[in-house]
T-cell receptor
Framework: AQKVTQAQTEISVVEKEDVTLDCVYE???????LFWYKQPPSGELVFLIR??????QNEISGRYSWNFQKSTSSFNFTITASQVVDSAVYFC???????????????FGKGTKLSVKP | DAGVIQSPRHEVTEMGQEVTLRCKPI?????LFWYRQTMMRGLELLIY????????DSGMPEDRFSAKMPNASFSTLKIQPSEPRDSAVYFC???????????????FGSGTRLTVV
């Protein structure tokens, strides 16, 4: 069965600190997709990144970076030089490939609430 | 692109009443998902459609919940009769079956906050 675990329920940092959000997943499929979403206090879910299981390259986008390691089934998210606007709940999610490549359901972790204080 | 549009944004209703939530997916997207978010259970899938056909409704809590997608541009989630435990934020999301090399994601609407009193 698929499962996503975000062990950190809440993290509090001071502005400009680096912070890493952990994500561990379980799946039996060899083809799957991993995602990160941000949910700010306003409540919407904002797509940040998608990674497929065949691409273990680390990704960097501005202050955001992602580390995907199949050996440990982890897909961690790091924010460098955090800012107050980064305060939000961050969700890691997993989707398996179905029907020869079509999409499946998104399985979400419970989320990590990040608070960045000035 | 207007994104995924959900209505209403907020709904307060009395126990026993019928509630209908609406969703307009992104034009051209062929998948539509309904999720529910609560503090206790987090984000959980209720049902999803592919090309207007329900694929997996195993997450629908009980017979009081029903979902339809009469065409590619509209879906409804109905609760009849509503109960206080249905209070949650309901999200609709749409997506396009992606191709390798294209960075599609699932796009979520702003959600409907339902309160059943």
């Amino acid at each position: 069965a698929q499962k996503v675990t975000q062990a950190q329920t809440e993290i509090s940092v001071v502005e400009k600190e680096d912070v890493t959000l952990d994500c561990v997943y379980e799946t039996r499929d060899t083809t799957y997709y991993l995602f990160w979403y941000k949910q700010p206090p306003s409540g919407e879910l904002v797509f940040l990144i998608r990674r497929n299981s065949f691409d273990e390259q680390n990704e960097i986008s501005g202050r955001y970076s992602w580390n995907f390691q199949k050996s440990t089934s982890s897909f961690n998210f790091t924010i460098t030089a955090s800012q107050v606007v980064d305060s939000a709940v961050y969700f890691c999610a997993l989707s398996e490939s179905h029907y020869g490549g079509s999409q499946g359901n998104l399985i979400f972790g419970k989320g990590t609430k990040l608070s960045v204080k000035p | 692109d207007a994104g995924v549009i959900q209505s209403p944004r907020h709904e307060v209703t009395e126990m026993g009443q019928e509630v209908t939530l609406r969703c307009k997916p992104i034009s051209g997207h062929d998948y539509l998902f309904w999720y529910r978010q609560t503090m206790m259970r987090g984000l959980e899938l209720l049902i999803y459609f592919n090309n207007n056909v329900p694929i997996d409704d195993s997450g629908m809590p009980e017979d009081r919940f029903s979902a339809k997608m009469p065409n590619a541009s509209f879906s409804t989630l109905k609760i009849q009769p509503s109960e206080p435990r249905d209070s949650a934020v309901y999200f609709c999301a749409s997506s396009l079956w992606w191709e390798e090399g294209k960075d599609y994601g699932y796009t979520f609407g702003s959600g409907t906050r339902l309160t059943v009193v």
